[in-house]
């Protein structure tokens, strides 16, 4: 199979309600994926406290016939783990999968298309409260 992995990368938590928006958000990128072609498979990974890594998630669908894998930080910004500690799991992932082409796109809350929806939410959210 030529599929195309996707990969929610996030922090973790010691508290499990906490992933439960980022199992809501694979729910939908999932859903979106079913038509897809080549086939999309998407995942979730975490820093720490929480499983799967991003080791595991990356083996998993490289395992599952993923050549392509995405990863994409779940986080508001780019602060150390995002800049320090997430390229250097990436490059030994790389190292571990040589097939696999692993590219890593930029924390979420970065970009121009998420912040205005999170701007849209916060004046939604005052104008309920009028």
Known sequence: ??????????HGS???RWAEPFERLA?????????ARPPRLISLAYLE?????????????ASAGCTRITV????FGQGGHVRRDLPQLIDAC???????EIRCATAVGEDDHVL???ARYCLDQADDRA
């Open 1 to 10: 199979m030529n599929a195309h992995g996707i990969i929610l990368f996030g």
């Open 72 to 75: 994409v930080p779940v986080f």
């Open 27 to 35: 729910a939908r990128l999932s859903a979106a994926s079913v038509d």
């Open 49 to 61: 406290l929480m499983t799967p890594s991003l080791e595991d998630a990356i083996a998993g669908q």
């Open 116 to 118: 205005d929806a999170i």
């Open 94 to 100: 790389r190292a571990a999968h040589p097939g696999v």
């Open 14 to 16: 010691r508290d499990a």
